[in-house]
């Protein structure tokens, strides 16, 4: 089955990202339902290879992270392809990605190396943007490239299976695996 480690969103901001959406002038939007920030995409594994990841995961035991965001932006360099509102890369998100990385590799997973970029996707472009649908995206991010967007604390790593078929994929959660007392600064 096809699955991915994400952070569900907290619905204040759930409902603030659907509200920057709505003002979108082009690309398809991704579902409110699966917006979340991916932690490792898992691609196709058997249960029992699930299983294997399951026990890692089970002891997880971090501090619950913030998730705090910087921005709108878009992948895909001089061909965006998606647009995103970006995740403050923090100190204890860092570290939660690398014990991710480091639980799939104890469970036998290869995941492709590459740099991690906490972001919620918003849009999918497919095709290539136009010369007017570019200048579209620039006046939109132009507007609310800045927005504020509520930050939440994280409360668990959700285990998650895409079914892909007709239109969006449908995500489904298979498990959660709470974190720890968050960490405190003092205060």
Same mark, same amino acid.
């Given at each position: 089955m096809?699955?991915?480690?994400?952070?569900?969103?907290a619905?204040?901001t759930?409902?603030a990202?659907e509200r920057?959406?709505a003002?979108?002038?082009?690309?398809?939007?991704?579902p409110a339902?699966?917006?979340h920030?991916?932690?490792?995409?898992?691609?196709d594994?058997?249960?029992a290879?699930?299983?294997?990841?399951h026990d890692?995961?089970?002891?997880?035991?971090?501090?619950?992270?913030?998730?705090?965001?910087?921005?709108?932006?878009?992948?895909?360099?001089?061909?965006?392809?998606s647009?995103h509102?970006?995740?403050?890369?923090?100190?204890?998100l860092?570290?939660l990605h690398?014990?991710? #990385?480091g639980?799939?590799?104890?469970?036998?997973?290869a995941?492709?190396?590459e740099?991690?970029?906490?972001?919620?996707?918003?849009a #999918?472009?497919?095709?290539?943007?136009t010369?007017?649908?570019?200048m579209?995206?620039? #006046?939109?991010?132009g507007r609310?490239g800045?927005?504020?967007?509520?930050?939440?604390?994280?409360?668990?790593?959700?285990?998650? #299976?895409s079914?892909?078929?007709r239109g969006?994929?449908?995500y489904?959660?298979?498990s959660?695996?709470?974190?720890?007392?968050?960490?405190?600064d003092?205060?």
């Amino acid at each position: 089955m096809r699955c991915f480690l994400a952070i569900a969103l907290a619905d204040e901001t759930r409902a603030a990202l659907e509200r920057l959406q709505a003002d979108l002038p082009l690309g398809r939007e991704v579902p409110a339902e699966n917006l979340h920030l991916t932690l490792a995409f898992l691609d196709d594994r058997s249960v029992a290879e699930l299983e294997a990841l399951h026990d890692g995961l089970e002891a997880l035991r971090l501090p619950a992270p913030r998730i705090e965001f910087a921005g709108l932006g878009v992948f895909g360099g001089k061909r965006p392809s998606s647009l995103h509102a970006a995740v403050a890369a923090s100190a204890e998100l860092r570290a939660l990605h690398a014990r991710i #990385r480091g639980l799939a590799a104890v469970a036998g997973f290869a995941l492709p190396r590459e740099r991690f970029h906490p972001h919620v996707t918003l849009a #999918r472009f497919s095709g290539g943007l136009t010369t007017q649908d570019e200048m579209r995206l620039a #006046r939109y991010l132009g507007r609310f490239g800045s927005a504020s967007v509520p930050g939440f604390t994280a409360s668990a790593v959700t285990l998650f #299976r895409s079914t892909l078929g007709r239109g969006a994929p449908v995500y489904d959660p298979l498990s959660d695996y709470p974190f720890g007392p968050a960490a405190t600064d003092g205060a």
